[in-house]
């Protein structure tokens, strides 16, 4: 049980590239933290930092109050479960968990009982006397969390653990992990590229791109005030509808948005609430919608009169529990900046959005719908710095 | 692997029948090597030449150990080649995990040496191994030939140690990082375990080349009591003529450790050994 700090680590390797730049974290005991971000983006680099696995270029380390950069693996009082496992072949499930007792040199006996409450927090007593490659890839999975967890140490940290599972075991193991987690109270760090993992998981979910922190904060909070346009497109599923709008006064009072050739109007309280945004009016700014808060206008004839969009049907997703509709519109596009994100439906004159409309949906594909956009609910970036307003 | 008849239908109807005729034509030498040592002197060079002699006699695999030094041969072989193999394989094995596991200076040069060196035709190394032995005073006895074989093998023994600690994948030294183990403990618990089929191969690598090798030992020893088999085995070829059924006998003495060493190890070379380590 432990404090963690990461001040201004920065990893740099020899040709110049900084895989991790000035990340600044601060854990609480017993906190959750999700380090998220696209592929390639440093995250990794900075657990195995954090685990002693890579040199620290920059900055300090804190685990408590001692500074541990210059410490050996062994001596940081760290577990890690890796994405790949990394269990030991030639040993039984028993001796996998009760390994790092063993090492440490506790008595047979006492190691007995570690890796028995161990197996049983985990469901493997079953599977105690087998090798890992006896076992299936959830069962492996466990037995590398049980060999972290059996030596109770001041840091868990996980390297995409469940990227390997397919998808409805993730599901379940999620959950799995985040109740161990509370049960035990170890202060976790745990890095995926799956933004679902961190919203479901984290106490708190810090986004990462191309080393540097963009934004940590609890999930809710992140995807309802994201700081700029990475984190406002990389969480959320489906993304955020982004593109290039401008606010202006209408002649008859009161404010519209301009995506493109189509206007809508837009409600006093987005202004009141944001004063920057005042003095942004008539300049083109990036305009944030989230897909939840589109949808068919047939469904709902007598909403949102004034914000509406007219638009024609591309592609049609029928998920059952809602119908996921996706359609250009002829605003310019915004590249978000994730390098896993798809290129704009429709080229580069138009911005491909997404609507997630109820599941009574008439809308076809090729049809030409009028789609409702609930304006109090955008979101607004600078079209430079793509910071929120 | 896939057997013949896992395809549709069954094997094909001339998979085995072919498969026999090539055991067949593999085996012919040995038959032979052991129908000759078998015959006395008068059946040798029968007109026409008998598959097997109507008198099989051991009196061939008796001769060989009365008229030569035979069990000094085997014993130098033995200790010879048992030690060489020892010291590679030691060494291969330590070279092999630092250089596929750590970054160094020279590390690059250092592989691509161990492939050059490789390249000389052994022919072109005699005289100056035999001139370096002479000074040394190592002459004409086992620890030359020890130091002699442990230079030819130990270059192909890292290489092949190397690729095979490639193979096993580095999360597994981290793990054990994490888990407590310093290098030290982390190679002989966690890694070295994992490697010995490839040290298995290695060794039988190590063994046979050893084990045949004539040239040099036929240059480096000329006293009785320091031959080794190979050499001791081509004194049966005499200047005017050849013992042939002591040859064949001798030969197939000879060929026995090799089974036997072979037979003893290959339940060692075990490829699924690491399988559960890592997601394939």
């Not at chain 2, 026999?20 to 007109?47: G, H, N, Q, Y």
């Not at chain 2, 088999?229 to 002591?246: F, M």
Request: glycine share 8%; hydrophobic share 45%; charged share 20%.
């Amino acid at each position: 049980m432990a404090t963690a700090r990461l001040d201004r680590i920065g990893k740099v390797y020899e040709n110049g590239f900084r895989a991790v730049d000035g990340l600044s974290l601060d854990l609480a005991d017993g906190e959750f933290l999700v380090l998220v971000g696209p592929s390639g983006c440093g995250k990794s680099t900075a657990l195995r930092m954090i685990a002693g696995l890579e040199d620290i270029s920059e900055g300090e380390l804190f685990v408590g109050d001692r500074q541990i950069n210059d410490l050996a693996p062994r001596d940081r009082d760290v577990a890690m479960v890796f994405q790949n496992y990394a269990l030991y072949p030639q040993m039984t499930v028993r001796q996998n968990v009760g390994f790092p007792l063993k090492i440490r040199g506790q008595r047979p006996h006492e190691r007995e009982r570690q890796v028995q409450r161990a197996a049983s927090i985990l469901e493997l007593m079953e599977q105690l006397g087998k090798k890992p490659g006896q076992l299936s890839g959830g069962q492996r999975q466990r037995v590398a969390m049980g060999r972290a967890i059996v030596r109770k140490p001041s840091l868990f940290l996980m390297d995409e653990p469940l990227s390997n599972l397919d998808a409805k075991l993730r599901v379940q193991m999620r959950a799995d992990i985040a109740g161990i987690q509370k049960d035990l109270g170890v202060t976790t760090f745990y890095v995926t590229h799956d933004q679902i993992e961190a919203m479901t998981m984290g106490h708190r979910v810090a986004v990462i791109k191309d080393g540097v922190l963009q934004q940590v904060a609890p999930p809710e909070e992140l995807y309802a005030r994201p700081d700029n346009v990475f984190v406002a497109a990389f969480i959320g599923s489906p993304s955020m509808n982004l593109c290039e709008g401008t606010l202006y006064r209408a002649t008859a009072g009161g404010w519209r948005i301009a995506l493109g050739d189509q206007s809508l109007a837009v409600p006093d309280t987005v202004i009141d609430t944001r004063p920057a945004l005042a003095a942004r009016v008539d300049q083109p700014l990036v305009v944030g919608f989230r897909p939840e808060h589109l949808e068919d206008a047939a469904l709902a004839p007598d909403d949102l009169l004034d914000q509406r969009l007219s638009v024609t049907v591309a592609v049609r997703e029928a998920l059952g529990a809602e119908t996921l509709v996706h359609f250009p519109i002829d605003a310019s596009p915004v590249d978000s900046g994730d390098p896993d994100a798809l290129d704009a439906l429709g080229g580069r004159e138009s911005s491909r959005c997404t609507g997630r409309f109820a599941a009574s949906t008439r809308a076809r594909v090729g049809d030409r719908i009028e789609v409702t956009l609930d304006t109090s609910q955008l979101h607004f970036f600078d079209r430079q710095t793509h910071l929120a307003i | 692997m896939s057997k013949p008849s896992a395809a549709i239908g069954g094997a094909h109807p001339l998979f085995y029948p072919l498969l026999l005729v090539a055991c067949a034509i593999v085996l012919l030498p040995v038959f032979w090597m052991l129908s000759t040592a078998l015959k006395d002197e008068t059946e040798l060079f029968r007109d026409p030449l008998l598959l097997w002699p109507e008198k099989p006699t051991l009196a061939a695999f008796r001769s060989v150990f009365e008229d030569y030094p035979f069990a000094a041969y085997i014993r130098n072989s033995l200790v010879v080649v048992v030690c060489a193999t020892a010291i590679s394989l030691t060494f291969s094995t330590l070279a092999g995990y630092g250089l596929s596991r750590f970054r160094f200076g020279g590390r690059g040069a250092f592989l691509a040496f161990l492939l050059l060196s490789q390249m000389f035709p052994s022919v072109m190394l005699i005289i100056p191994y035999f001139k370096i032995l002479k000074s040394a005073g190592l002459l004409d006895s086992r620890l030359g030939l020890i130091v002699t074989y442990v230079s030819f093998t130990i270059p192909f023994c890292t290489w092949m140690m190397y690729g095979y600690f490639r193979s096993i994948p580095v999360e597994l030294d981290e793990a054990a990082a994490i888990d407590g183990c310093g290098s030290v403990r982390t190679f002989f618990t966690v890694i070295l375990p994992l490697a010995l089929p490839g040290m298995v191969a290695t060794a039988v690598y190590a063994f046979i080349t050893g084990w045949n090798e004539y040239l040099f030992a036929l240059i480096l020893t000329n006293s009785e009591e320091q031959k080794t088999l190979p050499v001791g085995i081509g004194q049966l070829i005499g200047q005017y003529r050849i013992e042939w059924n002591e040859l064949m006998a001798a030969s197939i003495y000879s060929t026995i450790p090799l089974m036997v060493f072979f037979l003893f190890l290959q339940r060692y070379l075990i490829s699924s050994l690491t399988a559960g380590a890592v997601k394939s």
